[in-house]
């Protein structure tokens, strides 16, 4: 059986094929005469995209539907505030028989060049020996390596793909580099650009890589990346002989305060120039992801705004059209 891919599925398009569930919810009815019944809302994706879908006989389910199933089902298209795929019959799928290609999506950049250009940087930028051994340390670590090249940055919000971490990593490098460019009388290079390579690394124990829609492992739900990075280092910092109690003590603080605020995750906010500095480097890489997936996820519709994004918390203006002008 050939793969139909949601972005080419349209209204009215009869639908057999596989989709993993990215989430699930069982609701009641609204209409009084059907008080008590329940019909199954799922979000369903694969690497192209995701579609709402709706399971309306009840009966059909007779054993739970969770997050990362995969689903083969048969059904329809029907327009309800955009394509709904109606679901008339469904079975789970055994994952040792999944293309998982057909649904992770992985970074457009090539891992192995993404890793070469993470040592180069290391190697002209890092000055600092004992920073420059604690990369080293992580970089020969295969374990550490190898899943610090897969990981997603995110499992919804943005880089959220395999080789996510590490295209993200990239991009709070280079944006640091920007930030000490501006200030170099004022930055410690080696310590900023160390920070801004390792500040995630936590996410390659939150994320469990065997999940289509990279789930967080019990670890990642407990601890956060935050936590779980901070004790990846200070192993690692044990490694290096005579690491420096100072050195140790700024790299924990960045780490810890890299989310800039207490309500967005971070134990403390950032107070020294360099973790500041952190902050803002991996806060723009985000958002500018998170500009960029929207309109990309938007740029099969020529309208002049996207649909409402709840993460940015606005519609996004793509740029006028002369049939969409007033």
């Known amino acids: 059986m050939s793969k139909q891919f949601i972005k080419d599925l349209k209204i009215g398009s009869q639908v057999q094929s596989q989709f993993v569930v990215a989430d699930v919810k069982e609701l009641s009815y609204s209409a009084p005469s059907k008080s008590g019944e329940y019909f199954i809302k799922l979000l369903l994706g694969d690497v192209s995209g995701t579609i709402r879908a709706i399971i309306w006989d009840r009966s059909m389910v007779t054993e739970p539907i969770r997050p990362d199933d995969v689903l083969l089902v048969s059904g329809e298209i029907n327009e309800y505030q955009g394509p709904q795929l109606v679901i008339n019959y469904f079975q789970k799928m055994k994952k040792e028989n ?3 290609r057909h649904f992770q999506p992985s970074s457009a950049r090539d891992t192995h060049e993404m890793w070469c250009s993470l040592l180069h940087v290391t190697s002209e930028h890092v000055k600092d020996s004992h920073l420059d051994g604690l990369l080293q340390g992580i970089y020969h670590d295969q374990s550490i390596a190898e899943r610090f090249m897969l990981a997603p940055a995110a499992k919804t919000i943005h880089h959220n793909y395999l080789g996510g971490l590490l295209e993200h990593t990239l991009e709070v490098v280079e944006f640091s580099q920007k930030i000490a460019d501006l200030y170099l009388e004022k930055i410690d290079r080696s310590l900023l ?27 990642g739900r407990l601890l956060g990346h935050i936590s779980i990075g901070a004790a990846i280092l200070r192993e690692k910092m044990k490694e290096q002989p005579d690491f420096p109690a100072t050195l140790q003590l700024a790299l924990d603080h ?26 803002h480097a991996d806060l723009l890489s985000a ?30 203006f793509t740029g006028f059209h002369p049939k969409n002008e007033d």
């Open 98 to 100: 999944i293309n998982r």
């Open 193 to 219: 650009i160390t920070a801004a390579i390792l500040h995630d690394i936590g996410k390659i124990e939150e994320y469990d890589l065997d999940s289509f829609t990279f789930q967080q492992t019990h670890r």
């Open 254 to 279: 960045m780490i810890l305060s890299h989310h800039g605020a207490k309500e967005w995750g971070s134990p403390e906010v950032p107070q020294t120039f360099e973790a500041f500095a952190l902050f």
């Open 287 to 316: 958002r500018m992801k998170q500009f960029s997936q929207v309109l990309e996820k938007h740029d099969k519709y020529d309208l002049p705004w996207t649909d409402w994004d709840r993460f940015l918390g606005r519609r996004v």
